[in-house]
């Protein structure tokens, strides 16, 4: 009946059967309202697990429909909320589980006590009525005994004897059968196991068609899809977490080399600056030095002409001095700054001055 309704609904769609007024109030429910259960579409609802059993969790208050389960799985927006619909379900997941472990404590400290001798039952009226007859049977019987043992019947005493005897017999068995009872479902207890995985309880060493019917059932196998989904969650999160985290490490150390590639290249440029402000600096002061030399040059002309016409006496010898310590400086420097020292040789007519 479900099917057809679900086919129904896919062919004709859920408002088939509204009216024209229902239909103006009528909202189409998607994958994403608040209404439709998140664990249902992601991957499976808890409350579909343990129908019918002790850990029975009630039908799902959500709405669970293939249709919108399979809209979600072909949306654009699929991948953006599985994250999302599995961390609630993880935390539903794990809320149930750590219920489970504190009962599956309680019962494993159940199973490890030790068997206590139980009080006395009381007698039921029944057997208490025996009780009082058989009492009354073995007190006339002792009298009769007596007596004959006073007359020296002594062989009819001995055969009163054996009839007490075995009335004893029989009060001691009416008055230990319920303890007897009570301790062996006692000792049946405790040859209980319990299943670590939901929590029930065995019977040890039971047969093997018992123990099969235990694991394919609906709480075993609830309770294990719900570990095994919480076990690979927890895996899952580790690998991603491990995964971002070497990512991080990749990028610090891509920016680190980043860092020092950028810190070298300002160093050289910085080199690079200093040596071109060196290099101008000492340019500006070559060509200072010329300027002198030829003002020197110029001097020391003027001085001869002077000296040619004067006879020589009008020369002064400081010019003179300054003029040789020009020209030994200015060999002296050019002989330091020489093409030949790196690898190319200078023309014989090239000029020696830069300008």
Known sequence: MDAQRALLDELMGAARNLTEEEKKGYKEVKWDDKEVCAFYMVRFCPHDLFVNTRSDLGPCP??????????????????AYVPKFEAELAQFCEKLVMDLDRRVRRGRERLSQEVEPAPPVPVPEEKSEQLSVLEEKIKNLLEQVEALGEAGKVDEAEALMRKVELLNIEKTALTQQPQNEKLLMMAQEKKMALCEICGSFLVANDAAERTQSHIT???????????????????????????????REKEAEERRKQREKEYESRKRRSDSGDR?????RDRDRERERYRERDRNHERSRELDGRSGRDGGRGMDWRYKKERDESR????DRSRSRSPVRHGHRRSPRSPICPY
Do not use: C, N, W
């Not at 959500?62 to 991948?79: A, G, N, V, Y």
């Open 62 to 79: 959500r709405i669970h429909d293939p249709k919108l389960k399979e809209s979600f799985e072909k949306s654009t927006r699929h991948d």
């Open 217 to 247: 059932g609906k709480q075993h196998i609830g309770y294990g899809m719900v570990r095994d989904f919480i076990t690979e969650y927890k895996t899952a999160k580790e690998k991603a977490r491990e995964e971002e985290r070497l990512v």
């Open 276 to 280: 071109d402000r060196y290099r101008d």
């Open 328 to 331: 030994e400086k200015y060999r």
